[in-house]
């Protein structure tokens, strides 16, 4: 059975993540998180003192802290705690189960049911089950939760400038877009620090969502590709590479009888529903800024002189491109740094 709290428990997890607080039917000021920087006003309905069962204080008390940290998508927070390496969620709740996940120490889950020694989890995208031996729930989990958030800033709008100082006069370190998630330094009033790539900036806080997060279970193709990777990406970039020798023709999108570069990248998306423009510059303008160092398979990665951008590849992981390269190669494969690149973007937003 999953761990019931008793009251001396209740109070303890508060104490521990919340500071001194009183269970009233009076709204108190809460901190959240030494680490979030933020204070979180917190009311509690119900005399918890006064609760007819354990499950109402579990579920109270379980809610109280998900909400203090801003963390969406559990309902029944459990933390895994295996001793090293990844351990595996499969289809059923049986070790002949197909594997559909791995999951590290430390990672969170929302535990959706339980079945004898196994539990019913989903973390991230993977949804199956897990031994129970290798999850702490209840009190336990919050716990170690309270030591393990991080807090985070998630872009929730495109072209959102990462500035070198907390106002807007300041010099412009980068572009962001939505989707793409920081580790915060700090929060002030109207700015949010965070960390580029090693260097600090400064996001304006209207623009993203400051909350905490754990890490998650990872995909099958998350653990031969990456972190990150979907299987559209993959699928993309397989398909891509199917057409490897077929030639290079100025102005042309067809995958078989020739292509240019934006023509390639324009006919290999259209076959996963997404419509770009036939010109590498427009391309370019297309999806969310993303860093070298961040990126993923199905990326498009650009290239340039100095009168603008002038070719575009699709990354295929390892540091290296897709790309129709010129009528003497055609579709090839290159190292992404065969030429100095200038600019990435993210058009697949998973």
């Known amino acids: 059975m999953l761990k019931i709290w008793n009251r001396m428990q209740i109070r303890n997890i508060s104490a521990l993540v919340?500071?001194?607080?009183?269970?009233?039917?009076?709204?108190?000021?809460?901190?959240?998180s030494a680490s979030l920087g933020t204070s979180a006003q917190i009311g509690i309905?119900?005399?918890?003192?006064?609760?007819?069962?354990?499950?109402?204080?579990?579920?109270?008390?379980?809610?109280?802290?998900?909400?203090?940290?801003?963390?969406?998508?559990?309902q029944n927070?459990?933390?895994?705690?295996?001793?090293?390496?990844?351990?595996?969620?499969?289809?059923?709740?049986?070790m002949d189960g197909k594997i559909v996940g791995k999951i590290g120490k430390d990672a969170g889950c929302d535990i959706l049911g339980e079945e004898e020694d196994w539990l019913h989890v989903r973390s991230g995208k993977v949804e199956g089950y897990i031994k129970s031996e290798y999850v702490l729930t209840g009190s336990s989990a919050l716990e170690q939760a309270a030591s393990l958030l991080k807090p985070v800033a998630d872009v929730n709008t495109d072209g959102l400038k990462v500035r070198t100082e907390p106002n807007t006069e300041c010099d412009v370190l980068d572009i962001v877009g939505?989707?793409?998630?920081?580790?915060?330094?700090?929060?002030?009033?109207?700015?949010?620090?965070?960390?580029l790539d090693g260097e600090e900036g400064y996001l304006f806080k209207e623009y993203?969502?400051?909350?905490?997060?754990?890490?998650?279970?990872?995909?099958?193709?998350?653990?031969?590709?990456?972190?990150?990777?979907?299987?559209?990406?993959?699928a993309l970039c397989e398909f891509a590479k199917q057409y490897i020798g077929r030639p290079y023709v100025w102005g042309g999108t067809s995958l078989t009888n020739g292509a240019d570069c934006s023509g390639f990248v324009l006919s290999v998306f259209g076959k996963y529903g997404i419509s770009?423009?036939?010109?590498?510059?427009?391309?370019?303008?297309s999806g969310s800024a993303v860093s070298f160092s961040e990126l993923r398979p199905g990326d498009l990665v650009f290239y340039g002189n100095g009168s603008g951008i002038n070719h575009v590849a699709i990354y295929i992981g390892?540091?290296?491109?897709?790309?129709?390269?010129?009528?003497?190669?055609?579709?090839?494969?290159?190292?992404?740094?065969?030429r100095k690149p200038v600019?990435?973007?993210?058009?697949?937003?998973?």
């Open 318 to 338: 390892g540091g290296q491109v897709v790309h129709a390269s010129s009528p003497r190669v055609g579709i090839t494969i290159s190292s992404m740094y065969y």
């Open 18 to 32: 919340m500071g001194a607080v009183i269970l009233t039917n009076v709204p108190i000021d809460v901190q959240a």
């Open 178 to 195: 939505s989707g793409q998630r920081f580790d915060v330094l700090e929060e002030l009033d109207e700015w949010v620090k965070i960390s």
């Open 208 to 234: 993203v969502d400051v909350g905490a997060k754990l890490d998650e279970a990872l995909t099958i193709s998350e653990v031969r590709y990456g972190e990150g990777v979907s299987d559209v990406r993959i």
């Open 77 to 94: 927070l459990g933390i895994v705690t295996v001793s090293e390496g990844k351990v595996n969620i499969r289809e059923s709740a049986s």
């Open 45 to 74: 309905s119900a005399d918890l003192d006064a609760a007819g069962s354990a499950e109402v204080l579990e579920s109270a008390m379980n809610d109280v802290v998900l909400d203090a940290f801003h963390l969406d998508g559990y």
């Open 276 to 285: 770009l423009s036939h010109s590498s510059r427009a391309q370019a303008n």
């Open 343 to 350: 600019k990435a973007r993210r058009i697949i937003q998973d």
